[in-house]
């Protein structure tokens, strides 16, 4: 158990309409991140945060905004949904030991 | 830019078998994760490498890293069914309070009797 949940597992939606996805970890773990893994199965990170604080976006479209109402939440919205953004988006904590991050089950995006 | 390179990217293993898979990146780091990931599942977290010359072993998987030739190894001993998946490498870079992943694209490995 990585004490990392994700809601909802899957989320089927149509182009143009605007999703949030939830993450929650419950070890008071700084730091948090987002990644996206598309249909083969590459693994890139989007967004990272410490204690509330954006570190890293990674040239993720302005369509993606994350946002961390406290440190145990590190939610994803996403505007005007394309079909390029279906994948599986995982969320992530630190808290192993120097980077070793540990991964939430996913949300499962499909836009049609 | 990083790169991380993980061949082959698939590989069918006889059970009772043993394997090395590798994974190479392209600048300097002293860390380097594996990770296992299922059909439809999460990232599991298999093995940390902190350092040159670095080696853990947890069952019939070994993982080892040689920083100066930015390469680490996954060997598998006697392979079974319960090791299929997918197996990620990822490498830590830069330093400091941006430090992130980077990940190879992934090894799946598939056991046959």
């Known amino acids: 158990d990585t004490a990392v949940s994700q809601t909802p597992k899957y989320l089927v939606t149509q182009m143009g309409n605007d999703k949030s996805i939830k993450c929650e970890q419950n070890?008071?773990?700084?730091?948090m991140y987002w990644y996206k893994q598309d249909s083969k199965k590459f693994l890139k990170i989007m967004f990272s945060?410490?204690?509330?604080?954006?570190?890293i976006n990674e040239t993720v479209p302005n369509r993606f905004s994350p946002k961390s109402p406290d440190k145990a939440h590190l939610n994803l919205h996403i505007n005007s949904l394309e079909l390029g953004d279906s994948a599986v988006y995982f969320c992530?904590?630190?808290?192993?030991?120097?980077?070793?991050?540990?991964f939430g089950p996913g949300t499962r995006l499909t836009v049609l | 830019e990083l790169k991380v390179e993980q061949n082959p990217l698939f590989l069918s293993m006889q059970e009772g078998k043993n394997y090395t898979i590798y994974c190479n990146y392209s600048?300097?780091?002293?860390?380097l994760y594996w990770y296992r990931q299922d059909p439809g599942k999460s990232l599991e977290s298999l093995f940390v490498?902190?350092?040159?010359?670095a080696v853990k072993q947890e069952g019939r998987l070994m993982a080892s890293l040689d920083t100066k030739a930015r390469l680490s190894t996954l060997h598998i001993t006697a392979a079974v069914h319960d090791l299929s998946a997918t197996y990620f490498c990822?490498?830590?870079?830069?330093?400091?309070?941006?430090?992130?992943?980077?990940f190879g694209k992934g090894i799946t490995l598939s056991v046959r009797p």
């Open positions: 945060y410490n204690n509330k604080e954006l570190i």
């Open positions: 070890l008071g773990h700084d730091t």
């Open positions: 990822a490498v830590d870079t830069p330093p400091g309070a941006n430090s992130k992943l980077t």
């Open positions: 992530a904590r630190g808290g192993g030991g120097y980077n070793e991050q540990f």
């Open positions: 490498l902190l350092s040159n010359g």
């Open positions: 600048t300097t780091s002293d860390r």
